[in-house]
């Protein structure tokens, strides 16, 4: 799945569409994945329960206004293709 974020990663610059990840785990691990986009980490999953996911990967799309604008995606290919703009296969 990193390949892919890194890929959405880019496109979403160029775009002018902006990933944030929300991981665990300490700075210098997840600088190691290589994406650009900024990285929140949360190793309590408050934000994940927040956004009403149950596990990971999740993903929601937020819109410009900051406001949730898609329910949340479970899985790896959920996620991505959330992230890609299509309708998720599997949504929680």
Request: charged share 25%.
């Given at each position: 799945?990193?390949?892919?974020?890194?890929?959405?990663?880019?496109?979403g610059?160029?775009?002018?569409?902006?990933?944030?990840?929300?991981?665990?785990?300490?700075?210098?691990?997840?600088?190691?994945?290589?994406?650009?986009?900024?990285?929140?980490?949360?190793?309590?999953?408050?934000?994940?329960?927040?956004?009403?996911?149950?596990?990971?990967?999740?993903?929601?799309r937020?819109?410009?206004?900051?406001?949730?604008?898609?329910?949340?995606?479970?899985?790896?290919?959920?996620?991505?293709?959330?992230?890609?703009?299509?309708?998720?296969?599997?949504a929680?």
């Amino acid at each position: 799945m990193l390949d892919a974020l890194r890929e959405l990663d880019r496109a979403g610059r160029e775009a002018s569409q902006q990933l944030v990840v929300i991981s665990t785990g300490d700075v210098a691990g997840n600088r190691a994945m290589g994406l650009s986009a900024p990285i929140l980490l949360d190793d309590s999953f408050d934000a994940g329960r927040r956004f009403g996911a149950g596990g990971t990967p999740s993903a929601v799309r937020v819109d410009a206004q900051g406001r949730v604008s898609s329910p949340v995606a479970a899985g790896a290919d959920a996620v991505l293709a959330l992230a890609r703009g299509r309708r998720s296969p599997v949504a929680a």
